[in-house]
Each structure stands twice: as C-alpha cells, then as structure tokens.
C-alpha cells in the first residue's frame, strides 16, 4: 500500500459563473447513470455522477432544488443554478452526508473516473459506453 496521494480540490461551477463549488478529498463513488430520470434531467444519454461528503464540498451562490420521489420511495434532490439552470448536484434520502456532483460541471472534467455504468438497462443505442468499467442493469449493492 503507497500512501494516498493528496489531490488539488475538485472546483467546478455553472455555465453562467453565478455557482462556484470547492470538493476536498476523494469521490465516494464515481458512476454514469444511464436511468431514465437522468436521461430526462440531462436531456442527455446519462448522467456522469461522483459523491463527495457534503461537508467536504463549499458551494458558493443559489443552487435551486427540484424535489422528487425516487424508486425507492424516498425523497431525492437535484440541483440546478437557479440562474442559467444548469444542473450540479444532488441529494437522496437514502445517502445520508453525500452530495453527487456532475462531472461535467467540474472545470476538469477529465478528474472524473467512473469505476461503472449503471441503469444500463435503460441506455439508448446511441449511448457508448466503455468496454473496460463495470456494468450493472439496475443500482448495484454499495
Ligand atoms: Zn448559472
Ligand atoms: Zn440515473
């Protein structure tokens, strides 16, 4: 085992500049989503998540939060600027002390490195994914 190596903050923020957000240490977990809410809130083939401990991520301005129940019947949050409506986070219910970041809001997007994709069952044909990461049809066991 190498000593983990400390990694520069995570920074990233909206398309019009008006939410700025700061993550400290590393990603709980790091996975594309490929369910049909994602499709449909990224208007996309799928969303590219990572969870940080919310106490170890500052945001800086208004994230506005759209309040929903999940398939699990709890309650999950996804945020957007409240300005320009692009979308950087979310919360569930049933991950207490995380907050999922879009990775495609960081300023990096290349810090992002998803383990697997998830929800495959639901990707669209013309959503590629990578060969050589984990596939799950549904939500794995975390
Ligand atoms: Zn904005
Ligand atoms: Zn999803």
New binding site residues.
Partial sequence: MTDPVELPPLTGGCLCGRVRYTARGAPTFELN???R??QKITGSG??PVAAFAEDAVRVEGEIKYHERLGDSGRKVWEGFCAECGARLTGKAETMPGLLLLQAGSYDDPNRFRPTAD??TASAAHWDAMDPAIGKFAGMPEM
Wanted: proline share 0%; with cysteine; aromatic share 22%.
């Fill in positions: 989503c490929h369910c809410v994602c799928y969303t998830i929800f």
